[in-house]
């Protein structure tokens, strides 16, 4: 069932969101080589902390804040004091907060160092392809219409592996709402765009095959062919005239 949202629990989630995009400022510029993924998930906590929330991944019994995901990780990647941060790599932040009850989700991926110009290539696309999905998120467009602008850049004019198994959603009172909102065209619901909806856009991009497999941690999910992915992610509420970005951050540099 789709929970449409009110406008007390939109501003509850507005605050959650605004909160995680200040986190995103204060951590990003602090990874750096020869961090480990625990040390990026320490910081997180500590901020969370600060202001009086929780980290949302805890209520899916995650064994993290953030999931830290570097390289060919494409998602929920384990915070581990053994993986440590090189050169050239780039580690997606995927980080959700409650704050009073309202959730916010957001992801980064943030490139350390001299990576190479096809990775960056990557970044870039998957983060168009992003903006893309939120543009066509409006009233009375319908859920693929996202799913198809995602896939029209990612997938059609460059060729990437848009990830399937796995898709963005509703948030905002759970960490996991419905609809759910994929990132390639596909069969199954597809509703119509309302007023109230708060959703999680989430491209996961990779830069070869599009399929993917799970490690035996249970949780770090890696690309078939051990080549590199990028995820974006917003969380996004829909108003009758417009869509709001609640976790904007453009002054973000990563």
């Given at each position: 069932?789709?929970?449409?949202?009110?406008?007390?629990?939109?501003?509850?989630?507005?605050?959650?969101?605004h909160?995680l995009a200040?986190?995103?400022?204060?951590?990003?510029?602090?990874i750096e080589?020869?961090?480990?993924?625990?040390?990026?998930?320490?910081?997180?906590?500590?901020?969370?902390?600060?202001?009086?929330?929780?980290?949302?991944?805890?209520?899916?019994?995650?064994?993290?804040?953030?999931?830290?995901?570097?390289?060919?990780?494409?998602?929920?990647?384990?915070?581990?004091?053994?993986?440590?941060?090189?050169n050239?790599?780039?580690?997606?932040?995927?980080?959700?907060?409650?704050?009073?009850?309202?959730?916010?989700?957001?992801?980064?991926?943030?490139?350390?160092?001299?990576?190479?110009?096809?990775?960056?290539?990557?970044?870039?696309?998957t983060?168009?392809?992003?903006?893309?999905?939120?543009?066509?998120?409006?009233?009375?467009?319908?859920?693929?219409?996202?799913?198809?602008?995602?896939?029209?850049?990612?997938?059609?004019?460059?060729?990437?592996?848009?990830?399937y198994?796995?898709?963005?959603?509703?948030?905002?009172?759970?960490v996991?709402?419905?609809?759910?909102?994929?990132?390639?065209?596909c069969?199954?619901?597809?509703?119509?765009i309302?007023a109230?909806?708060?959703?999680?856009?989430?491209?996961?991009?990779?830069?070869?095959?599009?399929?993917?497999?799970?490690l035996?941690?249970?949780?770090?999910?890696?690309?078939?062919?051990?080549?590199?992915?990028?995820?974006?992610?917003?969380?996004?509420?829909?108003?009758?005239?417009?869509?709001?970005?609640?976790?904007?951050?453009?002054?973000?540099?990563?």
């Amino acid at each position: 069932m789709i929970r449409l949202k009110n406008e007390k629990e939109i501003e509850g989630i507005r605050k959650s969101c605004h909160a995680l995009a200040d986190l995103f400022r204060e951590v990003v510029p602090q990874i750096e080589v020869g961090m480990s993924t625990k040390d990026i998930d320490d910081l997180c906590v500590k901020f969370i902390k600060k202001i009086g929330g929780t980290p949302a991944w805890y209520h899916e019994d995650f064994p993290g804040a953030a999931c830290v995901s570097v390289n060919n990780e494409v998602i929920h990647g384990i915070p581990s004091k053994k993986r440590i941060i090189h050169n050239g790599d780039i580690v997606s932040l995927d980080i959700g907060i409650d704050l009073d009850g309202f959730i916010s989700d957001s992801t980064h991926t943030v490139m350390v160092g001299d990576v190479r110009p096809e990775i960056r290539k990557l970044v870039q696309v998957t983060r168009e392809s992003l903006a893309a999905g939120i543009a066509a998120c409006v009233v009375g467009n319908r859920i693929r219409d996202i799913s198809n602008a995602v896939y029209d850049i990612a997938g059609k004019q460059h060729g990437y592996g848009v990830v399937y198994d796995y898709c963005g959603h509703g948030v905002g009172l759970d960490v996991h709402e419905d609809p759910s909102v994929p990132n390639c065209p596909c069969g199954g619901a597809n509703p119509r765009i309302q007023a109230g909806m708060v959703l999680a856009i989430e491209p996961m991009i990779n830069i070869g095959t599009a399929d993917v497999d799970t490690l035996d941690d249970g949780w770090t999910v890696v690309t078939c062919d051990g080549k590199w992915s990028c995820h974006e992610e917003h969380t996004v509420a829909v108003f009758p005239d417009h869509t709001e970005v609640l976790t904007a951050c453009d002054d973000l540099v990563c």
